[in-house]
């Protein structure tokens, strides 16, 4: 447990060294970038995956993953999706896969007729196969993830090193963001989301890997600090990517992370005995302090605009007509397209192009509703297994403590900020393992 430890407190420093190279001398991104699946490739193949390994790698991509493209290390906008699919059919050649997981094969073929109706578009300034790559990585993704992880047995103390493990570079990231903006308070001026504070990157995409990186720290925290050590790092860990997370001033990474420990923290008090129930209230009253201190903070520092932020209004405080940032008009207009396309939608991708017709050039960001429109009926049948099997697993696998909890990140991620990135796909895939917490035997008298 000691080398154990001393080894997290050595992977941390190093991680806080990456952001500094990275951050003096840009072209190490590139290099970061490609160093990770080579490495990951040469564990999984010494390990032969006996304990997973495939996990750990792709844990640590999804972390990295938007510190490589606010950096410039994505060698394309979809380099992660294709290398966490690479990396599960290694897993699957390794260990194998459940046949009970073809329920997702068959989410993978609904996705085939999208594909036809976009290939037989005749349009000259369509084209299809960056359509077809940006609208369907994060679904293609999301399917193999899951077949890889569908029913997997593992340990709960293997599922936390699974976290710890993407926590690092997301750390690394919250790092490279204090670089680039030391002071938050000379560069905030307005209620918008941030450029400035989220390292000239998405917003968006920053809040999101923030939120699951305060729910990460947050768990290290609370289940698997030891020492009085362990309990400072964490805390300082925890409270450094918040505030960075909330600065941001995109709300729904930060309201998904909070939403994530709130069913957390309902599960261990929901099945905790008496004793156990009691040491959680002093829990939740610490938790409530943290989160009033990182509020209060982030407030002064960014002289009450994040307040008004969270109330909807703008630097003046006049409320906006918009409570989604605009969105509402691009999900009404993908609910007209289903209505007007029920069997086979519009085709992957098209719904944008469509909205080009109008002078709305913005993407979606709500995939359910992408779905809908771009895949018809067949996006109907997809969500049905998306939403109902985890929840399916979730009643036989009551040890799975995180399962709600990532469930509720895919399900909100996937509402504000679609699939740009992989980590609603891999949350999401890892809700399905089935997880058992190893209790130690007592020692004989």
């Known amino acids: 447990m000691k080398n154990k430890t001393i080894t997290y407190y050595y992977l941390i420093l190093l991680h806080l060294l990456i952001a500094l190279a990275v951050f003096v001398l840009p072209v190490l991104s590139k290099l970061y970038a490609l160093i990770i699946p080579v490495a990951g490739i040469y564990l999984v193949n010494k390990t032969k995956n006996q304990n997973n390994e495939v996990l750990l790698v792709c844990a640590y991509l999804v972390g990295a993953e938007v510190f490589m493209r606010m950096t410039g290390g994505n060698f394309n906008n979809e380099y992660v999706k294709f ?3 690479f990396f599960m059919f290694l897993g699957m050649i390794y260990s194998s896969f459940s046949p009970s997981s073809f329920i997702y094969w068959f989410f993978l073929i609904l996705l085939i007729p999208c594909i036809l109706v976009t290939a037989s578009v005749d349009q000259v300034d369509v084209d299809v196969k960056k359509l077809l790559f940006f609208n369907l990585s994060g679904p293609v ?5 899951s077949i890889y992880m569908y029913s997997r047995r593992i340990q709960f103390s293997q599922l936390q090193n699974i976290l710890s493990v993407m926590g690092l570079p997301i750390f690394t990231t919250t790092v490279y963001l204090f670089l680039y903006t030391p002071s938050v308070r ?17 917003p968006n995409q920053v809040a999101t890997i923030l939120g699951l990186g305060i729910f990460i720290f947050f768990t290290q925290l609370v289940l698997f600090s030891k020492s009085i050590k362990d309990n400072i790092l964490n805390v300082c860990l925890l409270l450094f990517v918040s505030y960075r997370g909330v600065v941001t001033f995109s709300r729904g990474g930060i309201i998904t992370g909070v939403v994530m420990i709130i069913c957390l923290l309902f599960f261990l008090y929901r099945f905790s005995n008496a004793k156990g129930k009691a040491k959680f209230s002093l829990v939740f009253i610490l938790t409530a302090l943290m989160g009033v201190g990182i509020w209060t903070y ?10 008004k932020r969270y109330a909807n209004k703008d630097a003046l405080g006049r409320a906006k007509k918009s409570t989604l940032s605009g969105r509402e008009e691009i999900m009404d207009t993908e609910i007209k397209f289903f209505l007007d396309n029920p069997i086979m939608g519009v085709g992957a991708g098209m719904g944008k192009e469509l909205r080009k017709e109008s002078g709305d050039v913005v993407a979606s960001h709500n995939e359910i509703t992408r ?3 771009e895949h018809g ?17 979730f009643i036989n696998n009551r040890q799975h403590l995180y399962c709600l909890s990532f469930y509720l990140f895919w399900l909100l991620t996937i509402n504000h900020a679609a699939m740009r990135i992989a980590a609603p796909a891999f949350i999401y895939a890892l809700s399905l393992l089935s997880v058992r917490i190893a209790i130690p035997e007592k020692a004989e008298n």
């Open 141 to 145: 993704c999301l399917g193999i993830c």
């Open 83 to 85: 290398n966490l699919i």
């Open 298 to 307: 982030s407030s002064i520092q960014t002289r009450g605009l994040i307040d």
């Open 377 to 393: 009926m067949f996006g109907v049948f997809g969500l049905l297994i998306l939403f109902l099997t985890p929840l399916i697993l």
């Open 186 to 202: 000379d560069v905030v001026t307005g209620t918008g989301s941030n450029f400035e504070t989220s390292g000239g990157f998405g």
């Open 371 to 373: 779905m809908l429109a």
